[in-house]
């Protein structure tokens, strides 16, 4: 997610002029000067208020008028404080680091599908603060996949649901065509889903725990929506984005309630090393983070479920990632 880099500019060299040739002088007969016919000539001397008063009144060349710069359109910042993108997206930075990717065996509600191995993700990126929510999703596609589905709560700020993956890929390529038809995006910059690798690394926020806030499932509660505080409030829909405690770099959900969209076919062995990419070919694709209907082992950060690309259904949505070429 490498991101924008600066150079400064070189100063403007200045450019010599031609020089020209003075004009020949006219030739004019020579006289010998003698002591006798030699003429006295004195330049004359100006006083010091005269010679003042003949500067004062030398006119002095304008300088050319300054052209107003040109409005730059607001960009968002790769380091600091998140801002928002142009529908209103936040937009988190992730430092470049190693992590290991994947969860020991040791830990409870491990998969098969979850060997542990070193990852290095090489550039940092931005990725969204909270899955793409209803009003995001509205604002770039002009639809509503959702309207007349069950299982879905009122409001702009609810996650987008319903969206398959092929349907949250477009959505990245729209949001990108519109934002560097506006000059917001820098040479080289697109949304994309994050890899199932940044997902991951996204998530532990330099943790290593079972979840990012460490071992213990009774504190699921209070940073994720999963099927102990859904189920016994019968709130069986994904909740509206935010209300729940982020992890340690500010992100939130991801734990529970929504499943998420990531860029990789899926495969029962990670892809380990610099950046992976995960299978060139597949059947299913990779999903991450749990959903308001799982248990908290599903909601752990090195859990794995796949699914065809075209499935939809009221817990599966997405986040995005912007990153440079």
């Keep these: 997610m490498a991101l924008k880099k600066t150079t400064a500019s070189q100063g403007s060299k200045a450019k010599l002029l031609p020089v020209r040739p003075s004009p020949a002088k006219a030739s004019t007969p020579k006289i010998l000067a003698t002591k006798a016919n030699a003429p006295k000539v004195k330049a004359p001397k100006l006083k010091a208020p005269q010679a003042l008063a003949a500067k004062k009144a030398a006119p002095r060349a304008k300088a050319p008028a300054k052209k107003p710069a040109a409005a730059k359109p607001a960009r968002r910042t790769v380091a600091g404080r998140p801002e928002a993108n ?11 680091g190693s992590f290991t990717m994947g969860s020991p065996k040791s830990e409870k509600g491990r998969g098969t599908d979850e060997a542990q191995l070193r990852v290095t ?18 604002a770039v596609m002009k639809t509503e996949p959702w309207k007349g589905e069950r299982c879905v709560v009122d409001g702009d700020d609810a996650p987008a649901v319903y969206v398959d993956w092929h349907d949250a890929v477009a959505f990245c390529r729209k949001l990108t065509v519109q934002e560097r038809a506006a000059g917001w995006l820098e040479k080289g910059e697109h949304y994309r889903l994050p890899t199932e690798a940044e997902w991951e690394y996204a998530c532990r926020a330099g943790t290593k725990s079972a979840w990012s806030f460490g071992a213990d499932p009774r504190k699921l509660d209070a940073y994720a929506w999963y099927y102990g505080n859904t189920g016994d409030r019968k709130e069986a829909y994904a909740h509206r984005v935010g209300l729940k405690k982020p992890n340690p770099w500010g992100l939130y959900d991801m734990h529970g309630n929504i499943y998420e969209w990531c860029s ?20 299913m694709k990779v999903l991450r983070g749990g959903g308001w209907g799982y248990d908290p082992a599903r909601c752990r950060s090195a859990d794995r479920t796949k699914n065809d690309p075209s499935f939809t259904d009221f817990s599966g949505g997405f986040r995005i990632v912007l990153a440079g070429e």
């Excluded at 142009?86 to 470049?96: D, E, N, Y």
């Excluded at 931005?126 to 209803?134: F, G, N, Q």
């Excluded at 990789?264 to 059947?283: E, H, I, M, N, V």
Aim: glycine residues 12%; hydrophobic residues 35%; without cysteine.
């Design 264 to 283: 990789d076919w899926y495969k029962s062995t990670l892809a380990g090393g610099d950046d992976p990419q995960g299978p060139s070919t597949g059947t």
């Design 86 to 96: 142009s529908v209103g997206m936040k937009l988190v930075p992730i430092p470049a």
């Design 121 to 138: 993700i090489s550039r940092p990126f931005l990725i969204s603060r909270t899955v793409v929510t209803k009003g995001e999703w509205k």
